[in-house]
């Protein structure tokens, strides 16, 4: 009996030895941190060229949303789509922008912290915007409700964004919109278009925007405004690009 308790504590003892390195091994491989501060980004993404990186996302978005291969019913309405690079503000490529038709997007990131070795995350990770009730809305953040216009913005009705205002038709109601901020804003098939990556407190935000001259285009707001001129406090209109180990493209 003593020897068998003893087998067993020492099994135990084992699996727990186990599990902790795989976890150990797993945070590793994927850029996951706990003690240590941020991963590194890896290098392994730039010896792709752009047009590999899209040629790779290209086949993945064929088997994924037009073939269906992986049989979701999400994907059934889809008919068609149109891809193209966005770049972060360093003019690094940064994500691919999948406009679907008839409705939809998809944000596919470059994952900039991959290795071969990666387990969990892959190269390429996908945030959908593609379910029949996903709806996003222009907004403008007014500090001082005097400077709110007199019509064309009202307030919403979270309490938690108070200085948000949102782009209203002539009845008063909220506009919403499905098809990317590219889309909706009508920006040219050629013309350059970006993902400007920007930290508020500890989160990571990001700004779909196109060039104006010397400044950049908001096109969640439609505000023109200098990159140097936006602090941590949040206080312009972004969004967020969220990602979980099932999002891999």
Known sequence: MKNCRIKFFFRIICLAMILVACLSLLCACDGIFIDNGPP???DYWKQFSEEEHLAAVKARVEKRYIKNHYDKSD???ITGYTIYPLYDQNDELSFFMV???????????????YKETSLV???????ERLHSNYEWSRYRVYTDSADVPESGWVQGENTYYSERYYEADEDGEIIK?????????GIAQDERKYMLEMKINSDRVYIPAVKRG???LNLISMEAFDLDSLS??????????SYTKEDNL
């Open 40 to 42: 590194e980004p890896s």
């Open 75 to 77: 994907y059934d309405y």
């Open 99 to 113: 406009d679907i038709e008839p409705y939809g997007f998809v944000m596919v990131k470059i994952n900039k912290y």
């Open 121 to 127: 995350f892959g190269l390429y990770l996908r945030d």
């Open 177 to 185: 919109y499905r098809d990317s901020y590219f889309k909706v804003a």
């Open 214 to 216: 010397d400044k950049w």
């Open 232 to 241: 941590e406090d949040g206080n312009y209109a972004y969004d967020y690009v």
